[in-house]
């Protein structure tokens, strides 16, 4: 029995959940019977493309705030992006779109590696780009 997949199972979708009710909570105000903003994958693809393709350009994340805030534990080590790809299709999260891409990164000392990774993309309220470090 594989306890380790079912426990990041479970952390993940803990962690989409509370992503979920966070940003439905955040853009509720005080309309309670306001609808839930539902992701765009249009624009959650277009904030992640953005977002790489400065980490492409040597740029820092906060270079990109307030339009777009990024939290990348690659980029903010000071790795280099050579490459990006995506993967998958994505998938709806509620607010937020999930998509795998595969990243071609370099270390500081030049030594480069491939890995395939998950993004949690959010349009609304904020539009953010987050590494899913919960993904299988």
Known sequence: MNTDGCLRHQIRTMMQRSLLLL????????DWAS????????KATEALEKAL??????????ELKPEIYVQDPDWMKGRRLLGHA?????EVLGASYSVQVELTLADTDG?????KVWYIVST??????IRDLFHP
């Open 35 to 42: 609808t839930p903003v539902t992701a765009s994958p249009e």
């Open 86 to 90: 995506v993967v998958s299709a994505g």
């Open 53 to 62: 393709t400065a980490w492409k350009e040597g740029k820092a994340e906060t």
């Open 111 to 115: 030594k480069s590696e491939s890995k």
């Open 124 to 129: 609304s309220p904020e539009t953010t780009v």
């Open 23 to 30: 940003t439905l909570l955040g853009t509720s105000g005080c």
